[in-house]
């Protein structure tokens, strides 16, 4: 897994109405959603699942597709700690990996793994908001490991990078979690803009 960024994780939501699930750009998200990081449709669990109006719009559940994925962030970052030298790298790596545990606090309380706590998610987001304030910082130098999968496009692309960077920083910021419904919408604000930079910047 990569040790600049957390791991590849191409999310992509599709809307199905009600009806037959046929994709629709504006409908609800009532069965379920394309996850392209299982490359497969995913059912809510249980009954169907219930759209909330947001600004006009309709948004859903969509925890349960980025529980998967700081799952997988977490676990990757953890593996490949153990065979990384180059402390600039294990430095990056610390600091995603830590990303992601928080994210997976959040995916386990989203899942109901561990109960709903406002004041825990709230300091996860946080810590995340923190952390991202230090990636410019932590990737400034391009260091190289056999363990590392951080493009040298970061570094070719610095600005583009750092901008991606501060999108997480103010979507983290951003954030206020008081119930179960918030803790998702700051789960998809969150998790769109890490997969807005692994896309652009993971091998």
């Known amino acids: 897994m990569a040790a600049g960024s957390i791991a590849n994780v191409h ?3 599709s809307y199905a109405t009600r009806a037959g699930g046929v994709e629709s750009a504006d409908g609800p998200l009532s069965r379920g959603c394309y996850c392209g990081f299982t490359d497969g449709w995913l059912r809510w669990p249980g009954t169907k699942a219930k759209p909330i109006d947001h600004q006009g719009k309709y948004m859903t559940k ?6 998967t994925a700081a799952l997988a962030m977490t676990t990757g ?3 490949a700690h153990a065979d990384v030298e180059d402390p600039d790298v294990k430095a990056r790596m610390d600091t995603m990996g830590g990303i992601g545990a928080n994210m997976k606090t959040l995916s386990q309380m989203s899942k109901g793994q561990i109960a709903f706590d406002a004041a825990a998610a709230q300091a996860a987001i946080d810590e995340m908001a923190e952390a991202a304030e230090t ?3 932590v990737f400034e130098t391009p260091a190289k490991d056999p363990e590392s999968e951080a493009s040298d496009e970061i570094w070719e692309n610095w600005e583009d990078f750092v901008s991606k960077a501060e999108a997480l920083q103010e979507a983290a910021s951003g954030a206020t979690v008081t ?3 918030s803790l998702g919408a700051a789960m998809g604000s969150i998790g769109g803009t890490c997969g807005s930079c692994h896309r652009a910047y993971q091998l």
């Open 11 to 13: 999310i992509m939501f």
């Open 62 to 67: 969509i925890r349960v597709i980025l529980a």
């Open 77 to 79: 970052t953890l593996i």
């Open 135 to 137: 990636i410019p910082d």
């Open 179 to 181: 119930d179960e419904a």
